[in-house]
């Protein structure tokens, strides 16, 4: 997630700890994503590894929460290990993960895994691969200039950085969709491509020259942002909302929370 200038929207992260209800426990579909593009990271990391000439510094930055996260650094770790051994560098550079998320994550827990992925590093790289966390949103600078060499975010740009302006009228539903006004459409649009080009500016001036970053985002798969294929399983939570609202005077504010909840693909504009 990001951060955002609303107080609400800061205070939200996905749910702590490895519990049944954790996000650690139910993101097993994040996983198999990574699984899918794992070949994509691989081969741009390789890619900047030879265009830097293997260095004996790599600083990597990606998402914090839960095994995912250290799943994929623990991938890329292997990958610089793997790529310096066909080179014939004997000597395994030193690697700087950062794992950035929110104030609000679970950093803790993330924490408490460290030790296990430090064990399971090849030995060649056995007390050169540091750990550290970046409590911050990631619309904002998060390193000093020309210090990453290679930023990774998987399943995270979809959110955006604060609730867009002039939703007041789409108040049918938690999402977009083909009863919304014009407007909202266009209000979830401006606010994606500033948040975006933000992003890019901040991670422009942290790279290094000849650097690398790898984003995965949520899509679809029509071009119409209205179609009924890119929210039908928010219309089913949005209409029991909307059910329970009804019958709950005092929680006629809960909708307006939802929508916070819900800046989706839709919302992305993608």
């Not at 020259?209 to 029509?222: E, Y």
Request: aromatic share 10%.
């Amino acid at each position: 997630m990001s951060a955002s200038r609303d107080p609400l929207v800061d205070a939200l992260s996905m749910k702590e700890g490895n519990g049944e209800h954790s996000y650690d426990t139910n993101s097993h579909y994040q996983r198999s994503v990574f699984s899918e593009i794992e070949h994509v990271v691989i081969e741009s990391f390789i890619e900047m590894l030879m265009n830097l000439d293997y260095l004996e510094y790599i600083k990597v930055a990606g998402c914090s929460s839960g095994r995912n996260t250290l799943f994929a650094m623990s991938e890329i770790v292997n990958t610089i290990i793997q790529s310096y051994h066909q080179k014939g560098r004997l000597n395994a550079p030193e690697i700087e993960c950062c794992l950035n998320d929110l104030p609000h994550n679970d950093f803790n827990t993330t924490f408490k895994l460290v030790p296990s992925f430090l064990e399971k590093l090849k030995i060649e790289v056995k007390g050169k691969c540091f750990v550290s966390g970046v409590p911050k949103s990631f619309y904002s600078r998060l390193f000093p200039s020309m210090s990453l060499h290679l930023a990774h975010s998987s399943f995270s740009l979809h959110w955006l950085s604060k609730v867009p302006d002039g939703l007041e009228n789409n108040n049918t539903s938690i999402h977009i969709n083909d009863t919304s006004p014009p407007d909202v459409y266009k209000s979830y649009l401006n606010q994606f491509k500033n948040d975006f080009s933000l992003f890019l500016r901040m991670r422009s001036e942290e790279i290094v020259p000849n650097g690398q970053m790898v984003l995965t985002f949520v899509g679809r798969k029509v071009s119409d942002p209205l179609s009924k294929d890119c929210f039908q399983v928010w219309s089913l939570l949005s209409d029991c909302i909307l059910d329970l609202v009804s019958e709950v005077p005092n929680l006629t504010n809960l909708l307006s929370f939802f929508i916070f909840l819900t800046i989706d693909i839709n919302g992305t504009a993608l």
